[in-house]
């Protein structure tokens, strides 16, 4: 069983950058954040290949954000840069064997709780 903890959310504004951390216990392939608005679907934000670090990012996330794994392969990080009052959303860690798109969630079977991130203008 693979247990995830997310922290580091918080309110923030406009212009400005937060980081995330997730705790890992156990491995998997991939490893990824997702978010959620209100009234929105979950959206793939950035995932990472835990064998050799390859990362995918999605489109809101591209030149903004950055996923990486510690060695130990213990801690997942999110660091967030010129936030946007749009990014405001719960963000939620994720692991499992990936599927055939990586920022999609039916390929994480094990989710964190989530931590909240709001965004001010």
């Known amino acids: 069983q693979v247990r995830l903890t997310e922290s580091g959310g918080g309110s923030v504004q406009a212009g400005g950058s937060l980081s995330l951390s997730c705790q890992i216990s156990g491995y998997t392939s991939y490893m990824a954040w997702f978010r959620q608005g209100p009234g929105a679907e979950r959206e793939g934000v950035a995932a990472?290949?835990?064998?050799?670090?390859?990362?995918w990012y999605g489109d809101s996330a591209k030149g903004r954000f950055t996923i990486a794994i510690d060695n130990s392969k213990i801690t997942l990080y999110l660091q967030m840069r010129r936030l946007k009052p749009e990014d405001t959303a719960m963000y939620y860690c994720?692991?499992?064997?990936?599927?055939?798109?990586?920022?999609?969630?039916?390929?994480?079977?094990?989710w964190g709780q989530g931590t909240q991130v709001t965004v001010s203008s």
């Open positions: 994720a692991a499992g064997p990936g599927g055939a798109k990586v920022l999609a969630p039916d390929g994480y079977p094990y």
């Open positions: 990472v290949y835990t064998a050799d670090n390859s990362a």
